[in-house]
């Protein structure tokens, strides 16, 4: 089993930034595509970023250029780096994981990330 942990969310102004971070543990050699999710109050859940275990990204064109997703593989390890956060940003936030590129995917509890002045 593949247990997630999602932290870093809280309150911040508009303009603001957070480091989310998502810590993987269990049955785990090595880590294939990882990505973020987030679900806004009253909406359906959408994808965010991904990472594939090579380093490349993909952003949802909203947040390009004010997100950068990162992991560390190491210590099995996701990052998401919010900048310039928007209202339209509020949601709580998930980290996914797969262990193939066929294999199940894993998510997290999620944290809460509230955009307000």
Request: net charge positive; hydrophobic share 30%.
């Amino acid at each position: 089993q593949v247990q997630l942990v999602e932290s870093g969310g809280g309150l911040v102004q508009p303009g603001g930034s957070v480091r989310l971070s998502c810590a993987a543990s269990g049955s785990i050699r090595t880590i294939n595509n990882m990505n973020w999710y987030r679900q806004a109050p009253g909406e359906q859940r959408e994808w965010v970023a991904l990472i594939t275990s090579e380093g490349s990204t993909n952003y949802k064109d909203s947040v390009k250029g004010r997100f950068t997703i990162s992991r560390d593989n190491a210590k099995n390890m996701l990052y998401l780096q919010m900048n310039s956060l928007k209202p339209e940003d509020t949601a709580v936030y998930y980290c996914t994981l797969q262990l193939t590129p066929w294999g199940q995917v894993y998510w997290g509890q999620g944290t809460q990330v509230t955009v307000s002045s």
